[in-house]
């Protein structure tokens, strides 16, 4: 028995499978925003209330991560993907007949179980796979992730138009019940080096937060998403307020970002081996920041033509589909036997930071603003992003890494 059961250990799941599990948090994420005026109707609402529906959701999923991957170290990684995946379809049925608006706060928070997906995509390719080829894998399986964003506000508009704000819940729970059956029959466990206990799992925390390695990846990853999270909390504003978009627009807009990163992806999918981890984040950072930065040139020329602002965006997105799958796969790998909880601290780190930047660059908008606070935060993130990638491959170098 113990040879067959090593022998599922080393299995590794389908890259399909790993696609499936992780882009149900996205769904959920962006599937329902073009129903948020509806919903505030229907519950008899604000708007700002109902919209906490969306960042409850992500507060909880940085606040989940933390919990999720030494989980996962302690108890394996099939165990806890198939808990969160039910409690995540529990808590969409329960948001489809919520009685108010109280009921369906609740239940978003108790939705963000879905980021197990992406926490633990992460730490099975690192189960199973070399440090490059994780790169390699991360970024083949964040590039079919990536399709979910780029559709998910599409149809959900179209969904709301017809059968109501529900009906974007039902098409959520139909992905996330999909989910739960493939990675219940396809995926074996992964994790060979469970540990003792899991209160062990938060004791080694000081163990990744003390590694210099660790921290650089993780800032990298940060400032990376950070310019993009920054796009979403300022976007809509300057696409509605100054650019004078429709919702409708904007989202037509929005997939040329979606695209982008879409091609950074398989970038990174197709030469991250060849040209390294650390050379693939620093030439994604380098894209980024031309793209921003030729973005802030055309608006102080006068250009106020929604591809001033998209066009360039567009290098954001690749830059950072290049960028993120080597920085997340060099936070697991600093210290292998903590994938998990190297990839949930990473991640909250990284999903916490970026919410931070996506709430200043909104506060500092107004009329008499412009445009230039979202081009500004996000320019000085892509910059730092590019100097934390300089620092790690100083240090590759210095300890001939490199």
Request: hydrophobic share 50%; net charge positive.
């Amino acid at each position: 028995m113990g040879g067959v059961f090593d022998s599922e250990q080393t299995k590794s799941p389908r890259m399909a499978t790993l696609i499936i599990a992780t882009s149900v948090g996205p769904l959920a994420l962006n599937v329902f925003l073009p129903s948020l005026p509806g919903m505030a109707r229907y519950f008899a609402v604000d708007y700002g209330v109902v919209q906490l529906a969306l960042s409850l959701y992500l507060v909880s999923m940085a606040l989940l991560q933390l919990a999720i991957g030494p989980a996962s170290d302690r108890y394996g990684r099939r165990p806890v993907l198939l808990t969160s995946l039910f409690i995540f379809l529990t808590a969409t049925v329960a948001a489809i007949f919520s009685p108010n608006v109280h009921f369906l706060l609740v239940c978003r928070v108790l939705q963000a179980f879905a980021a197990s997906g992406i926490v633990l995509s992460r730490a099975i390719v690192r189960d199973t796979v070399s440090t490059e080829d994780a790169a390699s894998k991360i970024g083949y399986i964040t590039m079919g992730m990536s399709v979910t964003p780029m559709i998910a506000p599409f149809i959900g508009g179209y969904l709301d138009e017809i059968y109501g704000w529900k009906a974007s819940f039902w098409l959520t729970f139909g992905l996330g019940l999909v989910a739960l059956i493939v990675v219940y029959f396809d995926l074996a466990e992964t994790n060979r080096d469970r540990s003792e206990s899991f209160g062990q799992q938060f004791r080694t925390y000081p163990e990744l937060i003390s590694s210099p390695r660790f921290w650089g990846y993780t800032l990298t990853a940060t400032f990376a998403s950070g310019a993009f999270f920054a796009f979403l909390g300022g976007g809509p504003y300057v696409s509605t307020e100054m650019l004078k978009l429709t919702p409708s627009q904007y989202g037509f807009y929005f997939g040329i970002i979606s695209i982008g990163y879409m091609l950074g992806n398989f970038i990174s999918g197709r030469f991250s081996r060849r040209v390294g981890m650390n050379r693939m984040m620093f030439a994604g950072n380098v894209v980024a920041t031309i793209g921003l930065a030729t973005s802030l040139l055309l608006f102080l020329g006068g250009s106020m033509h929604p591809l001033a602002l998209f066009g360039p965006a567009a290098f954001v997105g690749a830059g950072n589909g290049m960028t993120l799958p080597s920085a997340n796969a060099g936070i697991v790998s600093v210290r292998p036997h903590l994938a998990g909880s190297a990839s949930g601290l990473g991640g909250a780190l990284t999903l916490g930071g970026g919410a931070f930047l996506a709430a200043v660059t909104a506060a500092l908008l107004s009329p008499q603003s412009g445009p230039y606070p979202l081009l500004i935060v996000t320019l000085l993130s892509a910059i730092a992003g590019m100097f934390t990638t300089i620092w790690i491959i100083h240090r590759a170098a210095a300890a001939g890494d490199l």
